[in-house]
């Protein structure tokens, strides 16, 4: 079971500095979550995450379940025994899986069919078995099986999925039986009264900790923080609130001024791979020719490994070679950008300075990796 502390509130907008505390260790939130898909965080060993202040990491039910399976995982002590990690885990329930990666998939009240992105095999999720899934993998947060729409989505669609999400989310709390932390989540698409709704049914339920789903799924940036601007307000203020799905450091900054306090996304690995580079001077895409005789640092005003170390010339030539290390460091450098911006957001929220904060973050910062 998970127990948080608010710590600090800050007093112009509605961000807060708070404490996660879990039988694997404490988070200290506002957090970013790197993502683990398949019980690895693509090009980091634990030492790795852990030497860049890694407090958490989210790993993907889905995945997990279709390989190496969840029984696989509970034979070798628990996915943090299996990958080496032992400091907190979450993991989600699959349903974004689901219907993002699943062409045929099939819903009805009881649960939801769907074929195997790994090799066509047909499976079915209950409420139910995510539950079994989820204890088998032993994570100390884990999420409740939820219905996300797409965007746009049809009102009646969207209605739907809030109901069935409802449904979902009390055999959720009825099936588990382990002292894991079990969220909650929010759905409702674009639609207020939707949200609302879902936001009090969910609420109602009573979980020690709620995530608003169905967000940053191509609906423009004003829209989405509209929906934080109703939505978190109806949560309860003394548990954990997560916003599925967001890695882009403008959004995050903003959110957290809403009250958002747990973040995860593939973003920072992912644009790592393809040669990116999330910057305090803006995005860089170190393929560009303009970084072959470049001997500087990789970020002028960040000290990890990466930019202790390396120059952009030297990240240039492994990306353009296509080596393993160029996607290594850049990973590196992006979820330790992230993580410090965390931190410094905290530390501004601590001290109540966090709206100047995020005012001079913005100036050079305006949704650059909204287009990915
Ligand atoms: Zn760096």
Redesign the pocket.
């Given at each position: 079971m998970i127990k948080f502390e608010i710590v600090h509130e800050d007093n112009k907008t509605g961000a807060r500095a708070g404490i996660i505390h879990t039988a694997h260790g404490d988070i200290e939130t506002p957090v970013f979550m790197p993502v683990g898909t398949r019980a690895t965080v693509k090009a980091m060993t634990p030492e790795s995450l852990k030497a860049i202040g890694t407090q958490i990491i989210l790993s993907n039910t889905y995945h997990l379940y279709l390989r190496p399976g969840h029984d696989l995982i509970k034979d070798a002590g628990g996915l943090h025994k299996f990958m080496h990690w032992d400091r907190p885990i979450l993991t989600d329930s699959g349903g974004f899986q689901i219907f993002s990666l699943s062409e045929m998939r099939k819903v009805t009240d009881e649960g939801v069919e769907f074929r195997s992105v790994i090799d066509g095999s047909t499976h079915f999720f209950t409420p139910e078995k995510v539950m079994e899934i989820e204890e088998a993998i032993g994570a100390d947060i884990i999420m409740v099986l939820d219905e996300p729409v797409k965007y746009p989505a049809e009102r009646k669609e969207a209605e739907i999925a809030v109901k069935r999400t409802y449904n979902w989310a009390s055999r959720c709390k009825e099936a588990h039986k382990t002292d894991q932390a079990l969220f909650g989540i929010v759905q409702g698409s674009t639609y207020e009264d939707l949200r609302k709704l879902s936001a009090e049914l969910i609420v109602d339920i009573d979980f020690p900790g709620y995530a608003i789903g169905g967000l940053s799924v191509g609906e423009p940036y004003p829209i989405m923080y509209d929906i934080l601007s109703y939505t978190v307000p109806i949560l309860p203020r003394d548990k954990p609130r997560y916003m599925m799905g967001l890695g882009d450091p403008t959004n995050l900054i903003e959110s957290v001024s809403y009250g958002i306090d747990m973040f995860d996304c593939v973003l920072p690995t992912r644009v790592a791979r393809n040669g990116l580079a999330m910057t305090s001077v803006g995005k860089l895409n170190m393929r560009n020719a303009k970084y072959a005789n470049d001997f500087s640092k990789?970020?002028p005003n960040?000290?990890?490994y990466?930019?202790n170390n390396f120059s952009r010339a030297y990240i240039r030539h492994l990306v353009v070679s296509g080596e393993i290390l160029g996607a290594i460091l850049l990973t590196w450098?992006n979820l330790?950008?992230l993580l410090d911006l965390m931190r410094r957001a905290r530390q501004a929220i601590l001290v109540d300075k966090f709206a100047e904060f995020k005012a001079d973050y913005e100036v050079v910062h305006e949704d650059e990796f909204g287009a990915i």
């Open positions: 990789l970020d960040h000290g990890c990466t930019c450098h330790a950008y």
